[in-house]
């Protein structure tokens, strides 16, 4: 695709990474710990997940590669109708709206996005962690990736949490003390991204539901719905921090993660949602 960078970015390598890791720790880890791999739960459980996680990669490779739709060449809106819904106004100008990059008339809810360098159909938002727009074409395998990724996500923090509460007998103490330790950190790293997922799949699942995109829905609420989304990235933010402490951090560990997580959060995600509504699209 013209104008993109190349597939394995660093954000696509984290989170194949962190798809990797979670399956190591939740499958050769946790459910050894917790159920054994040589019972029948173990194996159903191993299988189950190991499905799951191989779902999340083919729907994410998917969602990487798919082309999130091209404004049709020689596209023309029918200005003598009227009544046609196949084009659109500029509010300011009253004009049609038309694309100086690309030099064409772009369509209802289409965009150009800087980053791709292209008109985008339905475009939502440009996504970095899958180094591609999110569009007409490629939003229904998006959404699938990120309902798969939550179930995955929650049914992993099932199993490392079961497998710490899980005690072993003291003759297997002494070796499962290290595995225990790796769990509790996975559990660490994966708590707030189950629930940053959950809030992301909860959001698009809103926003199907009133017919928007993420740019349609955050230019007409404008700084109000800002707000909101500050407040709901703090509450956030406390509940990530009791998780820490849950998980064993004691309270100034937890309190520094916070200012840390406080920090990366308001500062990349209003960056990421607010900023490129007007500077990654048109």
């Known amino acids: 695709m013209a104008g993109r960078p190349g597939y394995l970015t660093l954000p696509i390598f984290s989170v194949l990474a962190a798809i990797g890791y979670v399956y190591y720790t939740a499958v050769f880890l946790a459910v050894p710990r917790w159920l054994g791999l040589s019972t029948a739960a173990g194996v159903a459980n191993a299988a189950a997940f190991t499905a799951l996680a191989a779902t999340c990669l083919a729907t994410y490779a998917v969602a990487v590669r798919r082309d999130p739709g091209r404004v049709p060449p020689g596209y023309v809106p029918d200005v003598e109708d009227a009544e046609s819904t196949v084009h659109?106004?500029?509010?300011?100008?009253?004009?049609?709206?038309?694309?100086?990059?690309?030099?064409?008339?772009?369509?209802?809810?289409?965009?150009h996005c800087r980053v791709c360098k292209r008109c985008v159909l339905k475009m939502d938002h440009h996504c970095?962690?899958?180094?591609?727009?999110?569009?007409?074409?490629?939003?229904?395998?998006?959404?699938?990736?990120?309902?798969?990724?939550?179930?995955?996500?929650?049914?992993?923090?099932?199993?490392?949490?079961?497998?710490?509460m899980h005690s072993v007998p003291k003759d297997e103490q002494s070796g499962s003390d290290s595995s225990r330790t790796s769990i509790i950190i996975c559990g660490v790293i994966l708590s707030p991204l189950a629930l940053a997922l959950a809030v992301l799949l909860g959001w698009h699942i809103y926003l199907m539901l009133q017919n928007k995109t993420t740019i349609e829905e955050l230019e007409?609420?404008?700084?109000?719905?800002?707000v909101e989304i500050s407040i709901i990235i703090?509450?956030?933010?406390?509940?990530?921090?009791?998780?820490?402490?849950?998980?064993?951090?004691?309270?100034?560990?937890g309190s520094a993660l916070y200012q840390i997580l406080q920090e990366m959060a308001f500062g990349t995600v209003h960056h990421m949602i607010f900023q490129s509504l007007h500077h990654q699209c048109d």
């Open 88 to 111: 659109e106004i500029k509010r300011k100008s009253g004009d049609l709206r038309y694309c100086q990059k690309c030099c064409h008339y772009k369509p209802p809810r289409a965009h």
């Open 128 to 164: 970095i962690w899958i180094n591609n727009c999110v569009g007409h074409e490629n939003y229904k395998i998006f959404l699938v990736f990120v309902l798969y990724a939550v179930v995955a996500s929650f049914y992993a923090m099932i199993l490392i949490i079961g497998s710490v």
């Open 220 to 226: 007409r609420c404008g700084w109000q719905k800002r």
């Open 234 to 253: 703090h509450m956030t933010l406390v509940s990530m921090t009791i998780l820490f402490q849950f998980w064993g951090l004691t309270y100034s560990a």
